[in-house]
């Protein structure tokens, strides 16, 4: 193994310094006709998967890693566009060319025929070219990149896992799970033998899989937020997140707004995200029900992350009953702004209670707890702020964007080790059960 690590990502992600550097189109027709159908209309480009943005960040550091990024980005004028920035090696593709993009129905593909040739044949070319010691990559959930894992052969593959898309109970609280997603990270599962993972439920699912699998212990590396102003607060709570989704838990914050408002009538809700215009549709017509409309107020995602937490602190708690996650990077942002948080008890949000209480938690779906639990926080003003005090303090200690970077980089060299020469991976690598007890 040479001394410097050649490392490639496949992942998707979008930042303001990315798209200065990347040729552009401007979408004007699409969200035209998005429109005329009645379909969600996001901004030409905006900020997602910041988690990426952050690790790029941290790899920008190290001397000794060569670290190739390949990504799709929908709007690009040309097939394929690469550079250099800040020692990074960025190669882009179009995965959104006409007749060949993933909203295209199975009666449109012969029998027999393999998803998303274009990209696989990107993503391919590149992999060839940069012959990578290790590829990492970041979400199997994401089909028409993901997919390309699958030729993939004679380089240790390690998987980042975001979330678990083969989790039975998605299907429990959401209707439109998409079995092309389901099958796509399925198969990868059962090919791949290299995960590493956050929180006890996805280790136990990718377990589930493929009992084979070898799990290692790994972190994302977190949005911290940049100075924000302080601003007049003006709601009560916000709910936040990239997607607002049944998932996300909207319906049972709505459900438990309508409790809170028969003791406090004038409590307002900040809803901040993205959401399909027929689900918002529902949601209204549910808010009517309730009567709860001079008590919510819907804003729309905001193109650039910063811009998004300026906003959401003008609100005095976060309400973040997230159903699938283990601990959500919405939830540890909410407490690096300093808003005191109620959120539902996962595989993982009880951790950050593991030195003293810090949130407050609510049994999933147990709509009048979460209610008595957003009362709490209007009522003691106090316990919040001791709350977001300790939070915040727990947050920054445990999880240190450096550390875990540093951490990703030793797994991927005892990956290298075992995969050539059956090296045992350290103990200390892997994922110990012991330390992220199934609560």
């Known amino acids: 193994m040479k001394d410097k690590l050649k490392v490639a990502w496949i992942c998707h992600f979008s930042n303001k310094d990315i798209r200065k550097k990347l040729p552009l189109s401007k979408m004007k027709l699409l969200n035209s006709i998005k429109s005329l159908l009645g379909k969600e209309i996001k901004p030409n480009y905006y900020d997602f998967a910041p988690w990426v943005t952050n690790l790029i960040k941290e790899f920008e550091k190290f001397e000794d890693i060569e670290l190739h990024i390949i990504a799709p980005f929908k709007g690009l004028t040309c097939l394929s566009y690469e550079f250099v920035m800040n020692g990074i090696y960025y190669h882009f593709f179009k995965f959104d060319l006409p007749l060949l993009h993933t909203t295209l129905p199975n009666k449109f593909y012969w029998r027999g025929s393999p998803r998303f040739l274009h990209n696989r044949y990107f993503v391919n070319r590149f992999l060839n070219r940069i012959k990578p010691d290790i590829v990492n990559l970041i979400g199997t959930e994401n089909p028409y990149y993901s997919i390309i894992t699958l030729d993939i052969k004679n380089i240790p593959v390690y998987v980042s896992v975001q979330t678990v898309y083969t989790n039975p109970d998605r299907r429990k609280y959401n209707d439109s799970c998409q079995q092309l997603n389901w099958e796509v990270e399925l198969k990868i599962h059962k090919k791949e033998k290299y995960y590493g993972c956050s929180g006890r439920m996805h280790r136990d699912l990718i377990l589930n899989n493929n009992p084979n699998a070898i799990i290692f212990k790994m972190f994302f590396t977190l949005e911290k937020p940049k100075q924000v102003k302080e601003l007049p607060k003006i709601f009560d709570f916000v709910f936040f997140a990239a997607k607002v989704t049944k998932t996300k838990g909207i319906e049972d914050v709505i459900d438990a707004l309508a409790i809170v408002k028969k003791e406090k009538s004038n409590v307002k809700l900040n809803v901040v995200g993205s ?165």
């Open 275 to 439: 959401c399909f215009a027929e689900y918002k549709s529902f949601l209204i017509n549910k808010i009517k029900k309730l009567k709860l409309e001079e008590n919510i107020i819907f804003n729309d995602y905001f193109p650039i992350h910063s811009d998004m937490h300026q906003h959401i602190v003008q609100s005095n708690f976060a309400v973040l009953p997230v159903k699938l996650d283990i601990i959500s990077g919405s939830v540890v942002e909410a407490i690096l702004l300093d808003l005191p948080l109620v959120t539902y008890k996962t595989t993982g949000t009880p951790y950050l209670n593991k030195d003293g209480e810090s949130v407050l938690l609510a049994e999933i779906g147990d709509i009048d707890m979460l209610a008595n639990q957003m009362l709490k926080l209007i009522n003691s003003p106090s316990m919040a702020k001791n709350l977001s005090k300790n939070a915040k303090i727990f947050v920054e200690r445990e999880f240190d964007n450096t550390t875990s970077a540093k951490c990703l980089v030793d797994n991927y060299r005892a990956v290298i080790e075992h995969y050539h020469n059956n090296t045992p991976i350290p103990e200390g690598q892997l994922f110990n059960i012991n330390e992220f007890p199934l609560y």
